[in-house]
């Protein structure tokens, strides 16, 4: 631990790094078989936490003798340090897997095709919509099952926002945010049959962001077999771009941070998906814009 410039100096006359040091280097003596540390590198200079943490590092991992059990706020540190790491909100451990992110655009669309999919007639077109004949033509033209995200908190809530603001919106607008959305849940729609757990955590104008939970056992599919799904169908569902990208520990604690404060999920059920998404992330996201 580097403490040996200090062997002179009685313990209660140490800096507060020296001292979190002397604790580690007690705690690590003859290699028992459990050691706890809590918050072991608080305090300390960043030069002598990295040294700790090598020590920490040979000690569970190079030498495998001791089984080391830490506490901390340091997300680097539980990243850099943990194979195993359990997020504990309000006293309670939570469960934690390992979740990666899928980031969806999706191509505006061709608006001839995109009226001939809908038979849409010319002269609703550029019909303006309130929030009276919005069921009406909704129903007109079979698309009523997009109704329940038409809501304040819900996919469409940017759109309801739009009306309720200019007092109406042309008819163009809804179709168009009705095609970024079906085509999404169709490609995710796909991937559910390999990937049963997704949840959607950020959505926009053309873009959505799903996030997969992982089990980690042996039948389950890589990153890259869900890397070629979406590849061999993005023509097919007209996806501009996507990303794949593992999600940091600090966007899961803050995640679970959430929940424990308001535990209300929402749930999208279209074409009969049920993908849940965070009411706290949707709420946030519109009003910062």
Aim: one cysteine or more.
């Amino acid at each position: 631990m580097s403490l040996m410039p200090f062997k002179d100096i009685v313990s209660c006359k140490l800096s507060g790094g020296n001292k979190r040091k002397l604790s580690v280097a007690i705690a690590i003596i003859c290699n028992p078989p459990i050691i706890l540390l809590d918050e072991p590198s608080t305090g300390v200079d960043p030069e002598a936490r990295r040294h700790m943490w090598r020590v920490i590092h040979s000690i569970s991992l190079n030498r495998k003798k001791s089984t080391i059990i830490m506490t901390t706020h340091s997300m680097e540190e539980a990243e850099t340090l943990c194979k195993r790491i359990a997020i504990m909100i309000d006293g309670q451990f939570q469960w934690l897997a390992t979740s990666d992110e899928i980031k969806l655009q999706i191509n505006n669309p061709n608006y001839d095709d995109l009226f001939n999919k809908y038979n849409i007639s010319d002269k609703d077109i550029n019909a303006l919509i309130d929030l009276n004949n919005l069921d009406l033509y909704l129903e007109k033209y079979k698309l009523i099952q997009f109704k329940q995200e038409l809501k304040e908190g819900r996919l469409g809530e940017k759109i309801i926002t739009e009306i309720k603001i200019c007092g109406n919106i042309y008819f163009k607008r809804i179709l168009t945010w009705i095609y970024y959305l079906e085509n999404a849940l169709k490609m995710i729609e796909i991937i559910l049959e390999d990937f049963p757990e997704i949840h959607c955590s950020d959505f926009g104008e053309n873009y959505f962001v799903f996030k997969i939970k992982r089990n980690q056992n042996k039948d389950e599919k890589s990153i890259g077999y869900l890397f070629g799904i979406i590849e061999e169908n993005n023509s097919t569902f007209n996806i501009e771009q996507f990303f794949l990208q593992l999600t940091s520990l600090e966007q899961i604690f803050h995640k679970f941070a959430r929940r424990s404060e308001k535990k209300e999920n929402l749930n999208i059920y279209i074409n009969n998906i049920d993908i849940p998404i965070d009411n706290e992330l949707i709420s946030f996201l519109y009003k910062s814009t």
